[in-house]
């Protein structure tokens, strides 16, 4: 293994818990490369992930070593790798909105005071800081994106609240010399993967799309959240463009989270339709079901993103990656179909573009 990534994180739920666990899962099985781009991207492999600083709000992981509070409830996901003692403790960062009506039925907020997210940052020695708080926490990611500015350190934004995306954000992070990449964090083999994919198929083999649908559920705390219709602005954005942008014409079409089934834990199952017309308008349709385990479904592909953060980081390169969020946000700075975003991401890596 090379040198560490240092890296803070906010929201320690099921994918906080994925990226830990698999992180430590490949450090020792250093021939298994599955999910993963390269087991070593650009000098660093998963077992140089060090997180340094984490922050959350439940009382059952505030408080406690990130090698306990990633297996606390209401964590369901399953266990790939046992953790050992890592000596950081969850610290208590500010709730804003990161509780909404659904969720703080079950998540009791911690009686800890509110740390100076900042200075937590800069005496731990993160480098970057990867944000994974709850859908809809709109007011809370931008404290956390504005702290880690401040900071001087990187951003990765995994959920859908828009900064990597947004010109304002984008400029603030360029005249601080500070990389971010983001917004919505793209599965492996996901929903949107998967939609888009399909999009762009039919519409390069002529096939005219008369509509489409997706439809998601699942048991973990994501999907208890978004019960909460209000919160879910942002994520049907970030879903729905990453899909329209596969066509050069408008196609009716709904894509969001559907419903919460508490016993399918962290099990994802999606339903895909398309319909359209091919040669002679025949009709032509298209049904699909995938499931599944959700937190590890982006774990792969985040720490391929902390990996190419931290190349920008060692390039001294600034504001939005456009390679690395195509590649593995939803809702980057740039769409791209997946081959290009993959190109684009191997061409960062080895340096053959600057961002």
Partial sequence: MGKKIKIAIAGMGNCAS????????????????IGLTKYNLGGYEPGDIEVVAAFDVADTKVGRDVSEAIYARPNNTITVAEVPHMGVTVQKGPTFDGLGRHLSKIVTNSSEPDVNVKK???DSG???????LPVGSTNAVRHYASQALEAGIGFLNAIPVFIA?????QQAYADKKIPLAGDDVMSQLGATVVHKTLVKLFVDRGVQIDGTYQLNIGGDMDFYNMLDEERLEDKRISKTSAVKA????????????????DFIDNEKICYINLEGKYFGKIPVKLDLKLKVI???????IMIDAIRGLKIALDRKLSGPMTS???YCFKHPPIQMPYAEAKKAFAEFVEGKRNS
């Fill in 120 to 122: 937590v940052l800069q």
């Fill in 324 to 326: 690395i969020s195509s």
């Fill in 126 to 132: 993160a480098e970057m800081l990867v944000n994974y």
């Fill in 18 to 33: 994925a990226i830990i666990q698999g992180a430590k899962y490949y450090s020792e099985n250093t021939h298994d490369t």
């Fill in 294 to 300: 959700d937190a590890y479904n982006s774990a792969g």
């Fill in 165 to 169: 995306s947004e010109p304002k954000w």
């Fill in 246 to 261: 596969m066509a050069d014409y408008d196609i009716p079409m709904r894509i969001g989270p559907s419903d919460y089934v």
